[in-house]
Each structure stands twice: as structure tokens, then as C-alpha cells.
């Protein structure tokens, strides 16, 4: 399966294509490079998929294949950095992932950015991201995928900064990539620990369920943790960075400032489910080795959940709403990540997480493609100056009505089996936490509504000029992604990808299933009461939810406590020190050698003089010197 | 004992007539000092037996040289000036830095060659030998310098006129012929 | 140092030595007091001589047979008569530049 590597290699190749010389070709036949690579990207993808799934089973259970594992760098006797793809069912599945959100975003940009400035630049940065993107997801070893991590971070940065002369845009893409960047400094120190005690960095090792490799690590203590559970927490608190878990969380909002494709792309589906990524590819060493890490995994995502939920269903920007909709998501993930075991059954919360994993990346893009369209349409993003769409934008209507169905878990869509299943994991961990869970996906389908309502029904607001459909460029990325939205549910997923390869077959919980039907029915009901006509929504906020509202409304004051601690504590604390240090310290330094080397040369002047006399007495006490010790020393 | 008296009286008089050259007031004073001194090293070189050289410090050294001298002092003199003598603290200065250099080297000197005295037999040098010597190429033989001494005067003399002749806006003349 | 004068055996180095090093010094002396331009040459044409005697004398003390302390207080002799024809041309220029031939004036060089 050695054309894996033209996966990889494909996206690159576009890349420096359209970077180096894309300022001479014209916006049709960049689309069309971009596109065209990615075409052929997915159909590779899905042909590995295929064939990986079908040939690759040894007494049934998945085998790890590793077709090109080059040695790079070594480090010491044991460790070596090696290039190489890996393929597993997780990783094959990313792939499939990957490459069809990336091809349909592909597709809806050549219409949506058309025109544009700096659209050769945009498909070259969007070759770079699926570059970076599909090399993480087909690392061999932990460090290739550290690399490939920053890469897609450094990608995320130059898409949401797209609009560079926009200084909202410049500060999102600047807080994107600092907020990452300082959790993969955790990351980073949490791949050294690992490496240092485990001797290696290759996930195969890792994973294989030796324990031998880890007794060092177990044995170190600090602070009271093993050293394992340290590096284990700190590779954690990486991947919670890229996915936006509380803390982390604050910059997926303001990433909203890029162009709505790319949102739909990286902060939906493919860059921040790397996190979800990282804890699922190293699951075994958490699951078997640090079992109290996996825990608080859990606990974190159930939280962020909760308060990405609150906090979308006040946003009034649609891109906001969908912003925390999928911080909340994948929150999802990482408490099915959290509650999993191992073996057979007991695996669930595994591979409801990626089973989550799969139909989320399908119906967010949709969501978000959808609602470029409207954008688009209607030149604001803002839900006031919406309504009444659904009689003008037919297409685009039925299917953001279709993905609106399928997050809020309502079968026969695909969200609902795969929501299900993590609502039953939790349920078989903690019942606490599965009434929790459930309460979440309440509001999930509350805040959905709340948006589809006020885009498409209610009183139709005065316009420019009158929204229409798209074009077709962007309406048949959102009908392709429509199907899967639709029919994914009903893939067997267990008898893929699951937490010790062997399949498993999923059964229906009907407890659980009926429970939370009827739960997000409810919460539907509710919504249209409140937005479908626009004369009932209520102008006033209950009185003593009017100070909660508020906060709601600023995301709970989080990004100002930053803010707080970055200026007060940071910059006038320690920076200012610094900077008083490098000012006066360092380069007062170096200015007294410059003054020190001019005072000495004012001196040295006066050596020449130009009067002659001066000359010949220096010439004459110089011959006695030298004369004077050559004969006596 | 005529030898050592003779050369008593040489050496008195060129350490006297040396050291007052270089502290006379004046300088025609302090050129015939030099001549007395030219003339009193030209009568060590004929004690020592050297009589070419004898004949070649008289002829060049205290004849040409110090014509030239006396000559070129009243080119560059108005009459009648004195020299003006340099400040005190120089005076003393240098006087001691020459007294310390010459304890140095005299204590040199009186480590190293105390005990050597003339050896018996006086060989001269004649002129044959002379003129072999400066005209021949083995070794221990002197053409090549001789040569080079040659070009060196040619040098000395083309650069001394160059350096030394009016240029046309010094003299009013319009028909100044190059040399 | 009586033995210097009743002895038959000649004039010591010693003595020669004595001589020329005197020379030297009052010509080094000569050149570091004098201002005058024509002094200082005064005092060079001094120092020359003194190492002229020194060849002279460890030729025939030491080295009876031999010419080579001759021949190069020869040759040493015809480079100062150049080396004085040259220096003299300068000061000539120096003294239609400034009027007199003193060192004092020659501070071009400064810096």
C-alpha cells in the first residue's frame, strides 16, 4: 500500500505549485490545481479505505501496516526520529475524513471566494493544511506527528488570517496560533518526559501494551505522580489546546474571523479533532497505564461541553453559535474518550467517540458550508439581518435543516446513532454523568434551532438586493455532505474501528436512545415556539437570568481574565523587568564597549601626532625597551 | 706607546667635538665640530690600518659631505639667526634616556669584549686585494653591492633634484626648461 | 686602566668601543634636543660614523684576515652621502614652504 504516500505527497505538491508560481496563474487554474489534487487525494483515500478494510484482518482483528518508515534523525543510542506512515483503522478512517470535508471545501471555495483577493493563496494555504493534516494523521512516531502538528497550527494561522488587512482578523490569527502554540509547549515537554523514561517515540511501541517499557516511567515520581501520569496529563493538555477544551477554548471564536470554508474545514472538522486524534492513538498507554489521566479527560470535556453549550445558545453571530457548537462537540469526544475501557464491550466510549468523530466532521462542514451560503447571500453574518430564507435559498434550507436534525440527534440521521452511543457509555459509567451529557444535548438542540429558526423562518428583513441561491459550486458540496449526514449512521462503525481492533457489534440502548429523542424533541419544540414567529420571541429576558445572559452573552468574562493575567501579571511583571534588563544590561553593555573603544582611541591618537620629534622619541624608548628585555629577561 | 698616545688624542677629540656639535648654539659652529669629528674618525681609520677607507672618509665624508652640508646651511638659513633651543623638560628628558642607553650598552661592552687585545701581526689590506674584493663574484666579494651602490647614487641624485627644484609658480620664469 | 698606556701590546677594544659609543650617544642626544632641521641631519651623520668605527675596529680585531667590516663601513659611507643629498633636497623644500627649517613645522601628518 505504498501509494499512501502519494496522499501525502499530493497536497505538497500543490502546495509549492501554487505558492511559488501561483501569482502567475490565474484564480480559474489555481481552483483548478488545488481541486484537482485533492480530487485525486480522495480517491486514493477512499481506495486505501477499501482496500485497508477488506484485505487486512488477521484473525480478525486490524493489523498495523507501516508501508515507509524512514529513520531521520537519531538522538542517543535508543532514540531516533523517524518519517513514515502509519495505516490503522483510525488512521485510514481520518484519511477518509480528511480528504472528503477537505475536496468539498475545495470545491465550495472556487465559488464562495470567488473573486477574491489572494485566491491562488488561499488554495495554496488550504494544500498546505491537507498536507499537514493528513501527516499527522499517518505518523509512525510522536515526534512526526509533533511536527506535523505545528505545521497544521502554522496552517491554521495563515488561513484565519486570510484577510490580513482586517486588524480583527491579524489579532484571531495571532491568538490562535499563541493559545495553541503555549499548549504544545506541554505537549512538547510531555513527549520528552515520555521519550526520556519509555526510550522511544515510535506509537507502535508505545502502544503495544508492554508494560516493560514504562517501569521507569512508573517508578519516577514527582510531586506526587508518577512520571508516566505526568507526561500522559501534559500530552493532554497539548491536545486539549488544538481542540479547545476549557481553558484553551478561547480561540476557536474569535477563529471565526477567517473565511467561512476554512472554518468549515479546520475549526469544524479535521485541525481541532487532532486533540480527540492524540488521546485516541495513544489510548492504550492511557487506558492500561493512567487510568486517573483518562478521568480527567473525561471530566473536562463534560465541563467544556456544558459551558461552550451555555454560551452558544446567547450568541447572536451565526458563525459564533457554530463556533461553540463544536467546542461543545468535541467535548462530546472527549468524555466518550474518557469513559472507554479496552476490551470488546467494554471499548464503547472508543468508538462512540470516533463514530462521533466521523459524523460530526460530515454534518459541522455541512453547517458551516450552509451557513457561508447564507452569508454570502445576505453580506452579514449577524442572525438579525436573517430571516424568512427559506423560501429564496431552497437548497441550501433543506440541507442545513438536514445537519440541524442530525446534531440534534434525531434518528434516522447520522448524529443520532452516534450521539447515542456515547450518551450509553457515560451512562454505563456514571449515571451522573450521563444525565449530564443528556442535559448538553438538550441545549444542543435548543441552540440548533434557535439558529435554524431565525435564519429561515420569521418576518423576511430588508436586504441590498434579494438573497439567492448560490451557485453551484457551493450548493453541491452541501447536498454531497448531505449524504453522508443522512446514511452514515447506518455504518456498522464498530466492525471498524474500535479500541483493540477486533469488531464489535453495536447494540441499540433503547433506554438511552428513547430518553434522549425525546429530550431533544422537547428542546426543538421550545425553540420554534420561541423563534419560528417572530412576533413571539420574547423581548425580554427573565429578570433573574438577565445578569447570567449577560455573561452568557461575553462567554463568561474567560477571554478578559486572560486578558487580565496577560497584561497586569505578564507584560507590566515580568516583561517590563526583561525588557529593562535587555535595555540597560545587555545593551548598555555593548554601548560602554563602543564608548569605551572610542575613549581609548581618542587617546591613542595623540600617538600620532604628526610631529616628527614625538615619532622618533617613540622610536627611540620602543628600540631601548625591546633592547632592554631581550637582553635581560 | 706612539700608537696609544695618538689614539688618545684622536679620541679626545672626537668625543669632545661630538658632544659639542650637538649643543652649540650655532650651526655653522656645529658643522665644523662634525668636520673636526669627520677628520679625527678619518685618523682612527689610519691607525687601525684601513688607509682606503682613510682616504674615502676624507674625500667623501669630509670633503663632499660636509661641502654639501655647509651649503645647504646657508641655503636654508637667514643670517644672522640663532637656533632656538627646545623646552627644558625635553632636554633633560632625552639627556637621560641617552645616558641610561649608554650605561646599557657600555655595560654590554664590558662584559663581553674586556679582553681583547690587537693581535701581533699588522695586516693591511692592499689596494690589489681592495680592488679584487670589490670587483669580483666569488665569495667574500663585493660586485653585486658596488652595483647597487651605483644604482643607489643614480637614485639619490634623480630624487634629490626632483625633490629639490622650483616648480614654475615659484620662479617667474615661463621658459623653465624640464630637467 | 693604567696598564693601558705602559703596556706594548696596543689599544684595547675596549677603548675604540669607548669612543664610538660616545658618538653614538651624543648624535642619539643631538637628535632628540635639536629643533633645526640641519642639526638633526648634524647629529645623524654622528650616529653613522660611530657604527662605522665599530665595523672598522672588530674587522681588524677580530677578523685580521678578512675585509668584510671595511667594505661595509665603505658601503655605509656612500649610503649616507646619498641618504644626506636626498635629506638636504627636503629640507630645502621645507624651508620655501615655511620659511625655516624647523621641525616643528612638519605636523601634516596628524591623526
Not at chain 1, 460530515?362 to 451560503?373: D, E, H, I, V, W
Amino acid at each position: 500500500m505504498e501509494y499512501t504516500l502519494m496522499i501525502l505527497l499530493l497536497p505538497l505538491v500543490s502546495f509549492v505549485l501554487l505558492g511559488l508560481f501561483g501569482n502567475k496563474l490565474s484564480h480559474k487554474t489555481s481552483g483548478m490545481i488545488g481541486t484537482g489534487s485533492l480530487l485525486m487525494v480522495a480517491l486514493l483515500s477512499f481506495y486505501a479505505a477499501g482496500e485497508y478494510f477488506t484485505t487486512q484482518k488477521v484473525d480478525a482483528i486490524f493489523q498495523t501496516l507501516v508501508p515507509l518508515n524512514v529513520p531521520w534523525l537519531n538522538m542517543g543510542a535508543n532514540l531516533h526520529i523517524d518519517m513514515g506512515i502509519l495505516l490503522d483503522p483510525l488512521s485510514v478512517m481520518m484519511l477518509v475524513v480528511i480528504s472528503t470535508v477537505s475536496l468539498m471545501v475545495h470545491i465550495y471555495s472556487l465559488g464562495y471566494m470567488k473573486g477574491e483577493r489572494g485566491f491562488q493563496r488561499y488554495y495554496a494555504f488550504l494544500s498546505l493544511f491537507t498536507f499537514s493534516m493528513m501527516g499527522l494523521v499517518l505518523s509512525t512516531n510522536i515526534f512526526q506527528m509533533y511536527i506535523f502538528w505545528e505545521l497544521v497550527g502554522v496552517s491554521s494561522y495563515l488561513l484565519i488570517g486570510f484577510y490580513y488587512t482586517k486588524p480583527a482578523a491579524v489579532a484571531a490569527s495571532k491568538k490562535a496560533f499563541i493559545v495553541t502554540r503555549f499548549a504544545d509547549m506541554f505537549f512538547l515537554i510531555g513527549i520528552l518526559v515520555l521519550s526520556y523514561f519509555t526510550q522511544t517515540f515510535d506509537f507502535g511501541t508505545l502502544t503495544s501494551g508492554n508494560s516493560a517499557i514504562f517501569q521507569q516511567a512508573v517508578s519516577a515520581q514527582f510531586l506526587g505522580a508518577s512520571a508516566l501520569v505526568w507526561a500522559m496529563a501534559l500530552i493532554f493538555i497539548g491536545g486539549a489546546g488544538k481542540s479547545a477544551m476549557f481553558p484553551l477554548h478561547i480561540w476557536l471564536p474569535d477563529a471565526m474571523e477567517g473565511p467561512t470554508p476554512v472554518s468549515a474545514l479546520i475549526h469544524a472538522a479535521t485541525m481541532v479533532v487532532a486533540g480527540v486524534y492524540l488521546v485516541a492513538r495513544l489510548f492504550p498507554v492511557y487506558v492500561l497505564f493512567t487510568p486517573q489521566v483518562l478521568e480527567g479527560i473525561a471530566y473536562v470535556g463534560a465541563f467544556t461541553s456544558m459551558f461552550a453549550a451555555v454560551i452558544a445558545i446567547v450568541q447572536t453571530d451565526i458563525k459564533r453559535v457554530l463556533a461553540f457548537s463544536t467546542i461543545s462537540q468535541i467535548g462530546f469526544m472527549m468524555v466518550a474518550l474518557g469513559v472507554s475501557k479496552f476490551d470488546g464491550h467494554e471499548g464503547l466510549g472508543y468508538m462512540a467517540s470516533l463514530f462521533h468523530l466521523f459524523t460530526h466532521a460530515m454534518f459541522k462542514a455541512l453547517l458551516f458550508l450552509g451557513a457561508g451560503s447564507v452569508i454570502h447571500a445576505v453580506h452579514s453574518n449577524e442572525m438579525e439581518k436573517m430571516g424568512g430564507l427559506r423560501k429564496q435559498m431552497p437548497v441550501t434550507h433543506l440541507t442545513f435543516l438536514a445537519a440541524c436534525l442530525a446534531i440534534a440527534g434525531i434518528p434516522p440521521f447520522s448524529g443520532f446513532f452516534s450521539k447515542d452511543e456515547i450518551l450509553s457509555a457515560t451512562y454505563q459509567y456514571n449515571t451522573g454523568l450521563g444525565i449530564w451529557m443528556t442535559l448538553v444535548a438538550a441545549l444542543t438542540a435548543f441552540y440548533i434551532f434557535r439558529l435554524y429558526f431565525s435564519i429561515f423562518w420569521g418576518k423576511e428583513k430588508q436586504h441590498a438586493h434579494t438573497p439567492q441561491e448560490s451557485p453551484k459550486s457551493m450548493t453541491f458540496p452541501l447536498i454531497f455532505l448531505a449524504i453522508p449526514t443522512l446514511l452514515a449512521g447506518f455504518i456498522p462503525f464498530g466492525q471498524f474501528v474500535t479500541a483493540d481492533r477486533a469488531p464489535y457489534s453495536i447494540h441499540m440502548d433503547w433506554l438511552v436512545a428513547v430518553i434522549s429523542v425525546i429530550v431533544a424533541l422537547e428542546a426543538i419544540f421550545i425553540a420554534s415556539k420561541l423563534y419560528q414567529h417572530p412576533d413571539k420571541k420574547p423581548a425580554t429576558v427573565p429578570s433573574g437570568l438577565k445578569g447570567f445572559h449577560k455573561a452568557a452573552s461575553h462567554r463568561f468574562y474567560v477571554d478578559e481574565v486572560y486578558l487580565l493575567i496577560t497584561r497586569k501579571i505578564l507584560f507590566n511583571g515580568i516583561s517590563r523587568a526583561f525588557a529593562w534588563f535587555d535595555r540597560h544590561v545587555v545593551d548598555g553593555f555593548i554601548n560602554g564597549l563602543a564608548t569605551a573603544t572610542d575613549w581609548l582611541s581618542v587617546r591613542i591618537r595623540g600617538f600620532q601626532s604628526g610631529e616628527t620629534e614625538w615619532y622618533a622619541w617613540v622610536f627611540l624608548f620602543g628600540t631601548l625597551l625591546i633592547t632592554a628585555w631581550m637582553l635581560f629577561v | 706607546m706612539t700608537e696609544q698616545i695618538i689614539f688618545y688624542l684622536l679620541a679626545i677629540v672626537v668625543t669632545v667635538f661630538s658632544i659639542l656639535a650637538v649643543t652649540s648654539k650655532r650651526i655653522v659652529r656645529s658643522a665644523t665640530y662634525l668636520l673636526f669629528v669627520l677628520l679625527a674618525t678619518a685618523g682612527l681609520y689610519m691607525l687601525l690600518g684601513y688607509y682606503f677607507l682613510f682616504a674615502v672618509q676624507v674625500s667623501v665624508y669630509a670633503g663632499g659631505i660636509m661641502v654639501l652640508f655647509i651649503m645647504a646651511i646657508f641655503l636654508t638659513h637667514k643670517p644672522g639667526n640663532n637656533v632656538s633651543i627646545k623646552q627644558g623638560w625635553r632636554v633633560r628628558l632625552s639627556l637621560l634616556l641617552s645616558v641610561a642607553g649608554l650605561l646599557l650598552c657600555g655595560e654590554i661592552i664590558l662584559n663581553n669584549t674586556i679582553g681583547i687585545v690587537r693581535f701581533a701581526g699588522k695586516e693591511e689590506p692592499t689596494m690589489q686585494q681592495i680592488g679584487t674584493a670589490m670587483l669580483g663574484t666569488g665569495k667574500q666579494q663585493y660586485l653585486l653591492s658596488f652595483e647597487m651602490m651605483s644604482i643607489l647614487l643614480l637614485a639619490c641624485i634623480v630624487g634629490a633634484i626632483l625633490i629639490a627644484r622650483k616648480t614654475k609658480t615659484e620662479k617667474n620664469e615661463p621658459n623653465e626648461t624640464e630637467l | 686602566m693604567g696598564e693601558l698606556l705602559i703596556n706594548n701590546t696596543g689599544v684595547p677594544v675596549l677603548a675604540y668601543q669607548l669612543v664610538s659609543l660616545i658618538m653614538f650617544f651624543a648624535g642619539i642626544y643631538g637628535f632628540f634636543t635639536r629643533r633645526n632641521l640641519m642639526m638633526i641631519l648634524i647629529s645623524v651623520e654622528l650616529i653613522l660614523n660611530a657604527a662605522d668605527i665599530n665595523f672598522a675596529v672588530f674587522n681588524r680585531y677580530l677578523y685580521p684576515g678578512e675585509m668584510e667590516g671595511m667594505f661595509f663601513a665603505l658601503f655605509t659611507i656612500a649610503i649616507a652621502a646619498c641618504e644626506t643629498a636626498v635629506a638636504i633636497a627636503i629640507i630645502i623644500n621645507v624651508y620655501r614652504n615655511f620659511g625655516n627649517a624647523e621641525v616643528d613645522n612638519l605636523k601634516k601628518m596628524k591623526g
